[in-house]
């Protein structure tokens, strides 16, 4: 069995966070300007609500192919390794993203346009199915047991990183270039960009070594029968893998309301210039980046799951407060940034920061890469596909008004804080899961 050199955590935790970031830049992309530039360019001319609805319909797509990323990297993850799914991952997902960058507009190509739009999320969302989970095991399987929260939660950062950029990339063409020349051109310069942060992360990536944690498992089944990992953790993890599916709503729900449908709403609903919609995501991400592993080190002294618990109760609970600021006072600038940044910055990086350490020490070696992908990505088409879609239907059946959208939230906070102290209590309240033989000690 091979050992990984000296060094190699810091080299894991950097290439799992470079590659994460530049994952979620690509993913995000598309959601920063799909309410501003895709509604537009890529659907038929029209009533505003339905162009917006088919742009968030495209978003929900990437979504539809991410647990057939999950099963697929999953079961070659737990299968051959880690690393080498991590850097097949890392170029589909910026290959599918500069191709979006060099699609011609609906008025060029007609409907191959939203066509071709659609294939590349579909390719986008297999490539992101399969990189969250092996970004999260390259950090939790390396380091030592008492700091794997804090270690797990490193590649979360490359989620803000990744909205951080993608945001701001978007941001800063919109600030430099008239809207004419932002429209035409300027927005897609971001998504070309992705072909030179994915030769970077490619290289990082491919000086690591491979998780003890895999090769033991690799070692233990060396002459064992061959299995497939998504029947293995079916036949032993059942009710656990429902579980983490209840928690996760909350990451998907609360993320898509504020990282993405908010921008739609403050331009289209309260009349807030892009601009100023966009700094409020900005700040967000920033704040996060912070915040997710702080979570993280908090997690290892007071418990993943209560941590967990904690965050998804507080992000239910902040819906109507921050909504109710921004419905209310949209002229006042610094309450709306404030209304996003504190649920989105802090409350959601308690769930966001957690998820990941959590997830990981619920199954055994054999089957986590398969297991924490296929729970969360699965449970990701119905929180965070059909988040902005739903929410652009709740806003419009109260004319604009978000307290439907708000109930919504609360409803799928509660529920996911719910299943994280279900998690809690199974392991008598220690906040952290024991696995043996793949089967949950109750």
Request: proline residues 4%; contains cysteine; positive net charge.
């Amino acid at each position: 069995m091979q050992t990984p050199a000296a060094g190699n955590l810091r080299r894991v935790t950097l290439s799992s966070l470079f590659g994460s970031t530049i994952e979620w830049y690509d993913f995000f992309l598309y959601g920063t300007v799909a309410g501003m530039v895709f509604n537009k360019l890529y659907f038929p001319e029209g009533d505003p609500f339905i162009t917006t609805l088919l742009s968030y319909g495209v978003f929900a797509i990437g979504f539809l192919t991410r647990p057939l990323g999950a099963i697929i990297f999953g079961h070659f993850g737990d299968t051959l390794g880690r690393k080498k799914m991590l850097i097949l991952t890392l170029v589909i997902m910026g290959g599918a993203t500069v191709v979006i960058g060099l699609i011609p507009s609906y008025h060029q190509i007609g409907l191959w346009a939203p066509c071709l739009l659609i294939l590349c999320r579909l390719i986008q969302g297999i490539g992101l199915g399969g990189e969250w989970g092996g970004a999260v095991l390259m950090t939790f399987e390396s380091a030592p047991e008492k700091h794997r929260a804090f270690f797990a939660s490193i590649p979360q950062i490359g989620m803000s990183l990744g909205l951080l950029l993608a945001s701001g990339a978007i941001g800063l063409a919109s600030f430099l270039l008239p809207d004419e020349a932002f429209m035409s051109w300027g927005w897609r310069v971001p998504f070309l960009l992705s072909g030179v942060f994915v030769i970077i992360g490619t290289y990082i990536r491919k000086n690591v070594a491979e998780t003890q944690d895999f090769l033991k498992a690799q070692e233990a089944r060396k002459h064992a029968p061959k299995r497939f990992p998504l029947v293995e953790l079916f036949r032993n993890n059942t009710k656990l893998v429902f579980t983490c599916m209840g928690m996760r709503l909350i990451d998907g729900v609360f993320f898509n309301i504020f990282g993405v449908f908010s921008l739609t709403y403050l331009t289209q609903n309260l009349n807030i210039p892009r601009d100023q919609a966009i700094v409020a995501i900005l700040a967000s991400a920033f704040v996060m980046s912070f915040f997710i592993p702080f979570w993280g080190y908090m997690a290892d002294r007071w418990g993943r799951a209560r941590i967990f618990a904690m965050g998804a109760t507080l992000s239910a609970l902040s819906a109507f407060p921050s909504f109710a600021l921004m419905h209310n006072h949209p002229d006042n600038i610094w309450l709306v940034w404030a209304a996003i940044v504190i649920p989105f910055g802090i409350f959601h990086a308690a769930v966001f920061g957690t998820l990941s350490s959590v997830y990981s020490e619920c199954f055994d070696a054999s089957v986590r890469y398969t297991g924490i992908s296929f729970a969360y990505q699965i449970s990701g088409v119905f929180a965070g596909g059909l988040t902005p879609v739903l929410a652009t239907i709740f806003s419009n059946m109260l004319g604009g008004r978000p307290w439907l959208i708000c109930a919504y939230v609360l409803v799928i906070g509660l529920t996911s804080a719910a299943c994280a102290l279900y998690l809690w209590r199974q392991t008598h309240g220690a906040g952290r899961v024991t696995v043996t033989n793949s089967v949950l000690i109750k």
